[in-house]
């Protein structure tokens, strides 16, 4: 709709169709607006470059979708690793508090309490970027 709205109050519509992409971050847009700039330059048949362009986009979502299902047991191992800490801790401070209490009444125990949660954060963004797969 803004795109025609730019393009009635005079703007080129190569200029409109790049406004365009500034709003709307996306990589198949891109390739679709380039895709309509090229074969408005050089001439062509549209229907099959939207055709084709079409089958990309779809091989792209098809493909992203085996990605996020094969780094599902690595989110899950995550979600696993960084939960058991604090549900253990958790466990222990109900069952003898006197024991899991010198981490919080202790200097040492403070330390190494904060120590403890600083690699726990830091873990958690390793293993983010390690199963955030781009495509």
Do not use: C, H
């Not at 519509?13 to 709003?23: E, G, I, V």
């Not at 380039?34 to 098809?62: K, W």
């Amino acid at each position: 709709r803004q795109v025609f709205d730019e393009v009635s109050m005079g703007v080129a519509l190569p200029q409109a169709l790049d406004n365009m992409t500034r709003r709307v971050d996306s990589v198949d847009l891109r390739f679709f607006i380039t895709s309509v700039l090229v074969q408005r330059e050089t001439g062509g048949n549209l229907a099959e470059i939207i055709d084709s362009l079409a089958g990309l986009i779809r091989q792209r979502f098809e493909l992203q979708l085996r990605v996020k299902a094969l780094s599902a047991e690595g989110r899950m191992s995550a979600a696993v690793l960084l939960g058991l800490p604090i549900v253990v801790g958790a466990l222990l401070f109900k069952m003898n508090p006197d024991y899991m209490g010198v981490l919080f009444t202790d200097p040492m125990g403070r330390n190494l309490a904060t120590i403890g949660s600083i690699m726990m954060v830091v873990g958690a963004v390793v293993m983010k970027r390690m199963v955030d797969i781009k495509v």
